[in-house]
Every structure is written in structure tokens, then in C-alpha cells.
DNA sequence: GTTATTGCAAATGATTTGCACAAGG
DNA sequence: CCTTGTGCAAATCATTTGCAATAAC
């Protein structure tokens, strides 16, 4: 875990008067330690690795938590779960990319971007504090040569795309 | 209801062989009769007045229908139930710029945000074929006056602000 | 007459919560 | 100690589904 997002979720703690405990160490832990998104399942899946001890409604709990402390943020890929996504802390303002061919999550950054999105809020008479954008889109490789290591990788890992809710 | 989305409505049906049903037909009517967001138990609240013969699984069904025709679209205002869009038929590249002060939802179209989605995409080797973009803000008017007509309204209304899930 | 559609009530599934016990500070 | 945190199981709440009755075509 990035001694940056240890030493932020431990100012959090401090200010609202909040405890340490090893349950919230090691969700943080294993929350931060990948850089790929999750569910909350997901993450109680990999705790439960580490530690056979920590329940599920305290990874909901730590999960609010750290939303707070704005060290993840919830995104929306269309699901019925919610997602997590740890790279905040690193990239402040990237965006994403999903492709509907494989459900892979792309991450991007732009100036320009932000930049317009600026703009266009001045001109609506706001001032934009948080955008989120999603791309969906077609793989062009897959278009082009009938196949992307991407969608090759998906099958085989046997993950399947998510359910739209 | 726009003749449009009636005509689009009645090919859909068509097309997959299904039937043309009093509560389809009411259900999308409420619908479309106005440009607000909805939810599915908002939609039903207003079906019922109009009718009190829907029932509310008929609604969720209808709903579903109404989306894989592409007249309504689902939204995310990053709240616990689905919101669905009605506009996309008259603005279909519109996007949504949500206001932190009361909540209110502003829709614009930008033609250049759609370029520049369709260039950032072909540089990461995909097609773009879809784009949500979320903007959240504060009013610039309310920061400025101290007061915005929006928010006023907003509490006017007695409506509170969206629970984030 | 078939087959799709509906209403009802029960099921689902992710998330939240009440409460008694445990453990930080 | 005193208060916050945890685990458990039960509660929630939006949405979905099975099924028998009903209505399109």
C-alpha cells in the first residue's frame, strides 16, 4: 500500500476521532494493494484470504469509510453491484473506458478533458467540482483482425461480462 | 407523446412480435409526457393515477422494453434506484450536469465533447459508441447572491436531496 | 386457439442495521 | 472504563420471477 494512502487514511482516522483496528488495516490493505477495481464481495473474497476473521458488514463499513476519505470512489460500470476504484489517490481526475466487446475497464487521463468540462460547466453557470465519464466501445483490433488479446484473456479466466441490472 | 417515439415504439413491437397491450400503451404515454427524469416507482405513482389497473411488475417489465428500444435511457445520478431518461429520442447525444447544491439535472449537448470522446477513444484503439458524462457542480448564482431560484425551488418543493446509496 | 402478457406474491441479491460482545485509547 | 468497532443475523429495498389467470392476434 502506497505510504501516501496509509498516511491520508491515517489522518482520517485522527480527525474524526475514529479507531485503528487490524480489521481496517487489512481491508485498507487489500483494497490498495492491486491496482483494479472491485466489488464489495470481491474485496470480502480477498480479505477472507488474508484473514478468515473479518465479516462481510465490516467490509461495507470500512468500504464507506474510505469513500469518505475519498481514497476510493464508487463507479459506475452499469452493474447492479456497486465498483470500487483504488486509483484516485494516484490519477485525480482519469476517466474510463469500457469495452463491450470484453467488458475490459480502460483508464485515461486528458487535459483537454478537464479543461472543456470546465468550460462547458462556466458556461451553464457552475463550477464543476467532480466529472465521470464512460466510454463504451468497440475493440478496433478485434474488428480489424478478428480477434484481441483482451477478449482472448477475458474467455479464458472464464470471467464473464456483467449483468446489466 | 411525440409521434416520433410512438412510431419507433409500434416498430419495436412489431418487429419482435409482441403485442400491443393497454398498459404498454399508458405506460409509455406517462412516459413520454413529460422531459423529467424518473424512477420506476415514480413512473408507477403516475401510471396509477392515470390508471389504477398497472401493476408495478408490469411497469418494471415495460420499462425494460422501452430501453432495449432505445427510447429511454438509464442514467446514473449515483443513486440507489435506476433513473431513467426520456430525451435521449429528441437530443440523442445529450449529457447530464447535476447540481451539488439542490440536486437540480441540467442537460446539454456539446458537439465538441462529442469529438473529442471519438478522438481519445481511436487513440486508445477503440470505437466509441456510447458516452456518459456526469458533471457535478456547485451554482455558481447561489455562491455569488447567496440565493438561486433552483434551490428555492428545491425546498419549495419539499423535495430532499437524492440519497446516495 | 395459441402464445404473449399481466397481476400477484414470493424470491432475489446487494447493502444496511440492531444488538450484544469485544477491543482501542 | 468508556466509547467505538465488530460479527452475526435479521431487515431493507429495488428489482425480478414463477405461475395461474387474461387478453392479443
Redesign the interface.
Known amino acids: 500500500m502506497d505510504s501516501g494512502i496509509k498516511q491520508r487514511l491515517d489522518d482520517f482516522i485522527s480527525q474524526r476521532g475514529l479507531r485503528r483496528t487490524g480489521q481496517r488495516e487489512r481491508i485498507a490493505e487489500v483494497a490498495f494493494s492491486r491496482d483494479e477495481h472491485f466489488t464489495a464481495d470481491e474485496l470480502f473474497e480477498r480479505v477472507c484470504k488474508v484473514d478468515g476473521e473479518t465479516s462481510r458488514a465490516t467490509v461495507y463499513r470500512t468500504l464507506g469509510l474510505l469513500v469518505e476519505a475519498d481514497l476510493l470512489r464508487?463507479i459506475?460500470l452499469?452493474d447492479s453491484q456497486?465498483t470500487y476504484d483504488p486509483n484516485f489517490h494516484n490519477k485525480p481526475s482519469h476517466n474510463h473506458?469500457v469495452?463491450?466487446d470484453c467488458g475490459k475497464v480502460?483508464e485515461?487521463e486528458?487535459d483537454?478533458?478537464d479543461i472543456?468540462?470546465d468550460c462547458?460547466?462556466?458556461r451553464?453557470?457552475?463550477?464543476?467540482?467532480?466529472?465521470?465519464?464512460?466510454?463504451?466501445?468497440?475493440?478496433?483490433?478485434l474488428?480489424i483482425n478478428g480477434r484481441c488479446p483482451d477478449l482472448i484473456a477475458t474467455r479464458l479466466s472464464g470471467k464473464r461480462l456483467r449483468k446489466k441490472?
Open positions: 464508487q459506475d452499469g456497486i473506458l469495452c463491450i480502460v485515461f486528458d483537454n478533458v472543456q468540462t462547458l460547466t462556466r451553464l453557470g457552475y463550477k464543476a467540482i467532480r466529472q465521470s465519464i464512460k466510454i463504451e466501445a468497440n475493440c478496433e483490433q474488428r441490472r
